[in-house]
């Protein structure tokens, strides 16, 4: 099954005095890829600046097995499913033409408005969601 | 029993366009709780820059409970212990002047050298270790 | 003359592959410093989030004399005034216990609402402004 | 004349309170755009990891003319040339689909070792250099 991909160079300033990415980049680099699947299954309009609803995120958890350096080009791929009044997201990323994964994540998110209070997730959300292929044991280091 | 203590404001920087701190900014915070720890422990030279090995974070898990702004004063408390070749750091964050729990975090880590191997963890940093209080069952929402 | 002065530590993540405070985040600690004089000056009910209103820059110049490294402490001195719509900071930087400056620093920022509409600058801001010393040649090597 | 191009969505981390683009984050856009015209010259030879020298900066100065909200897709334009010991570049950026700048931005650099000393800068990289097109006159904010 192909998961959905996104990719980024680690920059300069994303490194840090052990020359490696710092741990908190990675979730930054895992928010870039759930925007750019927002993106690509269109639901900008379900959410922040659009509409009134962002997702927030309520839990995270990163493994690191191996480190990424400057202007290493980064792989992440990601799939994402409801739970109940969650959405969840799972993640792993490479570095081109590396095989072995450097990363995994999830990320559990909640939708919430300006006030952060919970809010109904969009119909056009849900069933992009609907959609979504889910491997119970993918990523395997999670 | 009193665990250590850490505290620091919310900077503009911190915030994100939902007015609350980035998530992504947590991890830094709950590093700066950390090397507050090894400062208090007087560790700084078993650690970089003067020794050539530091705390490389190899899993984090980090739960938001409620937001935080701009300007607010952060507590983080913290407890740490080994756990065979890992070493294992909890916190928890609240808002000064108010009790509610907004984030929990654990973090494991391991000692590595610039090279990124890992490397045996000085005597010293052992000692202050074992004279670490633990309580397993905190913090609760973990 | 006593300038305001602020004092923060170097953490880990501030650091870049070089082992060095990498460049942005001297604008990320002037603001801290920024911050902390708007503290002392109890301006806070002027600004955002009591106020609408915050203070946006639109110049800075940051000048580099010298490295700063992981757990450095750092002092910054500054002075403000007010040059017709603008407020002016100016800065510099200093490792504790180091006279050399490490870096200066000018900000230039108009006072503006949520919309990023210019506003009026609140009398008890503007009377804070006309207290502050104000010294020309300072810094000097800016 | 055509100035070398870099694009970048603006991600949910890089917004602050204001719901715009943080200021000192221009300075890692910029840095982006510096790093992506190294690699369009093929330069990474020449710097940081592969040899022991890197772009420092000693001088920047960044103009704000009008803000960025998350998910714009930010364009950089650049131009380089050598003076003296130092590199200089001139950037701007605008928003995909509106013509009006909305940053500009000058940063100086010089070529330093591991050891923070400056080094000779590279003959492929002075090649490079010499190839690069200048219009003193741009960007015209400045």
Redesign the interface.
Known sequence: MKHFEYSR?V???D??????V????Y??FY??AR?AWM?AREL?ETH??IADA?L?????????LR?A???DKLIIRLQVRREGLKIVFRYDMHIEGKPELISTCETSHVM?N?S?KAVRIAKKFLTALEREPWTETWPLSL
């Open positions: 160079r920059g300069f300033c490194t840090d005095a052990m020359a490696v710092h741990h908190a980049n979730l930054r928010e870039e925007v993106r900008q922040f600046p962002a927030a995120v309520i839990e995270s958890k990163v493994l690191h480190p350096g400057f202007d919430v300006k952060m």
